[in-house]
């Protein structure tokens, strides 16, 4: 059973996601906020699977609550404004659902979720199937883009720069998008402009990662997840 909370300012908004989740029979409303006060004390207290998030609500916006999570559900963010949308994918969301939300879009949020989990699963150490590579799009055409080829990842606004062993490559998209497809246990963000290969690090400080003469620096943000990830004497 797929654990959900609600949050919303909005009435009608709490009321169609309802309706639509009802519909699901492997999910479960745990809790339905109007603040993200309200889905804080929520979190706190229950296992929860999945957030749907508003962004624009009185006194904590629903951006600013997520980034207080330490470890958050996954989340889909349901808002009537597209300017949050990069900053969005950037706190690692499931999807970005813009409103008014129709049941077919709101489906296509669900498949993404149980993509992300089953990537989650799948990419766990000793799993039995483990993808190693995925697909990314340049100029119509499908690149192939090995995992144990990836140097590191760096955003550039609406594109980003995969650097490999033996290319760059230039993507149109986004780096959380990006990182919905790399392996948990391979890659690590250090920043929010930059994902690097865990087994590609030669040297690293609190400050930075170096991948060869490359120095990568470690966002504040980030500094607890890299930390646990990698050891400090």
């Given amino acids: ?89 950037d706190l690692d969301i499931v999807d970005y659902l813009l409103k008014p939300i129709s049941f077919e879009r709101f489906v296509k949020a669900i498949d993404r979720y149980y993509e992300r989990t089953q990537r989650t699963f799948e990419n766990k150490p000793g799993a039995a199937i483990e993808k190693r ?42 780096i959380g998008k990006i990182t919905e497809q790399l392996p948990e246990h391979l890659f690590l963000r250090t920043h929010r402009s930059y994902i690097i290969a865990l087994e590609k690090i030669t040297a690293y400080t609190q400050k930075d990662i170096e991948i060869g003469t490359i120095e990568i620096p470690i966002g504040t943000s980030y500094a607890k997840e890299v930390i646990q990830k990698l050891p400090f004497s």
């Fill in 1 to 89: 059973m797929v654990r959900c909370v609600l949050v919303d300012d909005e009435s009608p908004a709490i009321a169609l996601l309802e309706n639509y989740i009802k519909k699901l029979d492997a999910f479960q409303i745990v809790a339905c906020c109007y603040s993200a006060i309200e889905a804080f004390e929520i979190i706190k207290n229950e296992t929860i699977d999945l957030l749907f998030l508003d962004i624009e609500m009185p006194v904590l916006k629903g951006l600013d609550f997520l980034k207080t999570l330490q470890n958050p559900p996954k989340v889909i963010i349901t808002t009537a404004y597209r300017e949050y949308a990069v900053e969005g994918y």
């Fill in 133 to 174: 590579f995925f697909y990314v799009n340049v100029n119509k055409k499908q690149i192939k883009i090995i995992f144990n080829e990836i140097l590191y990842i760096e955003s550039l606004k609406d594109y980003v720069r995969i650097h490999t062993t033996n290319t760059r490559i230039v993507v149109k998209s986004n």
